[in-house]
């Protein structure tokens, strides 16, 4: 990423979250050359499931917008429907995660979007390569094209909010890390579960 003005609690929550981190990518095959579409469509579904029950929990921790992040703007939600709908698969028959973070407050539900957030970094490079495969946004990768162009920008901004949060309560941090680990670890469980069980058709 570069510049200069990352706050030390990014630097804490990558470094906490490298192996979750991993992990997540070892279990999505979305750079393998041979991801084919039933499996594209159940990793899609995967994340739907997850991001059904925690978008609204963490949109519902009022104080976010306080300091200026407003969760109604990172929605994923509807791009993984409009994804799913336009390979086939209908999101009202998706299983929904049953281990979700709970999201008690807004430590908790920073922790929680830094990693959604940050799955739009990823997203860039996942991106190309689904494009590369006919996948481009409007054909059922809008997920992972994340805020497009806007994407840095975003992240900037999310940057910024979470560490003017840390600074102004350092007693925060622990929660935040351990809400981010958690949510790492749950995601990961779920998704490798979803693609064993297989794509939602309808
Ligand atoms: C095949 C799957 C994935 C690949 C190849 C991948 C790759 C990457 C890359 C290259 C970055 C660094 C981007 C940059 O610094 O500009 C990144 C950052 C990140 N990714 Fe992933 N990612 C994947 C899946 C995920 C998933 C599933 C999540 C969580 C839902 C996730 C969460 C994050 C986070 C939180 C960061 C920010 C790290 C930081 O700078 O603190 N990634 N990812």
Partial sequence: M????????????????????????????????S??????????????????????????VAELRDLGLDPAERR??????????TLGADPTRVTVADAVPEVEGVAAALGC????EG????????????????????AGGAFFAGYGDETGEMWKSFSAAIGAYA??????????????DETFTLLER???????????SS
């Fill in 113 to 116: 979007m830094y990693v959604l």
């Fill in 119 to 138: 799955a739009t970094l990823g997203g860039r490079i996942i991106s190309r390569q689904l494009a590369a495969r006919g996948i481009r946004p409007d």
């Fill in 167 to 180: 600074e102004a309560h350092p007693e925060s941090t622990a929660r935040i890390v351990e809400a981010a």
């Fill in 2 to 33: 570069g510049g200069t003005t990352r706050p030390a609690v990014l630097d804490l929550l990558r470094d906490r979250t490298r192996a979750a981190h991993e992990r997540a990518e070892e279990t999505l095959p979305l750079l393998d050359p």
């Fill in 190 to 200: 779920w998704l490798a579960r979803a693609q064993n069980a297989g794509p939602a």
């Fill in 35 to 60: 991801l084919d579409a039933a499996r594209y469509r159940a990793i899609l579904a995967g994340f739907w499931g997850f991001h059904a029950v925690l978008e609204p929990r963490v949109a519902a």
């Fill in 76 to 85: 994923k939600l509807p791009r993984l429907e409009h994804d799913l709908r």
